[in-house]
C-alpha cells in the first residue's frame, strides 16, 4: 500500500463550526505532514510529526489543532476558522523526518471551504 | 536564503516537444531536490529527485540536471504529452527538513 488517504475530500463550514479533516498511511512511515495550498500557490508546510509527536509548527494559529493518535493516523481538528482559511489542506508522509530517506507522499488533499 | 526561485511561471509547448523548467536556490545546505507534478484538484506527486553528488538524473521521459556551482536545477520533459499538463514544483530541502517548494510552474502541452 503506497498510498496516503484523506477524508472528507470536500468540506464546507461555517466559522463557528468544529470540524476535523483525517490522514492515513499504512506505508510505516514516522513522519507525517499537514500542508495548506491555496490556489496557484505552492503547498506550504504547517505542522510535522515526528514518530507520533510534534516536531514542527510553523506559527499556525490554534484555530487549528493537529493531532497524531498512532503512527498511520494524523487529524487536524478545526475551530472558529475564518474564510481566509479556506483552502487545500493536504495531509504527507515519509519513511522518517530527516536523513535520506525522506521523500515525501501527499494525499489527494481535502478542499475546505470556510463560508 | 531558504527561498526556492522557479521558472517560467507558465509554459506552453507543442505536443512531442522539450518542456524545460528552471530552478535556483541560496542555500548551500540543501542536499535534497526532488520535483513534484500537480493535477489541479489532487496532491503533489514525486516525479524525480536528485541529490548534490550526481549532476543528473533521468527516469523515462524526465530528466533532471543539477549545477551545483551555479546552484541551479532544471527539470526536462522529452517528448511532451498532453497528458503532462499540470503545475510542477520544484523543492529542496535539509537532511529531510526545512522543505521549501519552488513557486510552481503551469506547463500546457497543446495537442
Known amino acids: 500500500d503506497t498510498e496516503v488517504t484523506q477524508t472528507p475530500k470536500h468540506l464546507v463550514m461555517g466559522m463557528t463550526n468544529k470540524k476535523s479533516l483525517k490522514c492515513e498511511q499504512h506505508m510505516g512511515h514516522r513522519a507525517m505532514y499537514w500542508y495548506k495550498q491555496k490556489a496557484k500557490k505552492p503547498p506550504e508546510l504547517m505542522f510535522v510529526?515526528?514518530?507520533?509527536?510534534?516536531?514542527i509548527n510553523e506559527s499556525v494559529p490554534s484555530r487549528f489543532s493537529p493531532e497524531c493518535p498512532n503512527s498511520s493516523l494524523l487529524n487536524l481538528h478545526l475551530h472558529a476558522l475564518q474564510p481566509e482559511d479556506s483552502a487545500l489542506y493536504l495531509c504527507?508522509?515519509?519513511?522518517?523526518?530527516?536523513?535520506?530517506?525522506?521523500?515525501?507522499?501527499f494525499g489527494p488533499g481535502t478542499r475546505l471551504t470556510v463560508l | 536564503q531558504q527561498q526556492v526561485k522557479q521558472s517560467p511561471q507558465s509554459l506552453i509547448v507543442q505536443k512531442g516537444g522539450i518542456s524545460i523548467i528552471n530552478c535556483a536556490y541560496e542555500n548551500t545546505a540543501f542536499d535534497y531536490f526532488p520535483w513534484y507534478q500537480q493535477f489541479p484538484g489532487k496532491g503533489p506527486a514525486l516525479l524525480i529527485a536528485i541529490r548534490p553528488d550526481v549532476s543528473e538524473k533521468k527516469e523515462g521521459r524526465f530528466t533532471i540536471s543539477f549545477n551545483k556551482s551555479a546552484k541551479q536545477f532544471s527539470l526536462h520533459i522529452m517528448d511532451s504529452q498532453p497528458g503532462d499538463s499540470a503545475t510542477y514544483f520544484c523543492?529542496?530541502?535539509?537532511?529531510?527538513?526545512?522543505?521549501?517548494f519552488g513557486p510552481g510552474t503551469r506547463l500546457s502541452v497543446l495537442p
Open positions: 510529526y515526528s514518530y507520533e509527536k510534534l516536531s
Open positions: 523543492a529542496a530541502s535539509m537532511w529531510g527538513q526545512n522543505f521549501v
Open positions: 504527507a508522509s515519509s519513511q522518517v523526518l530527516s536523513g535520506t530517506y525522506n521523500e515525501q507522499f
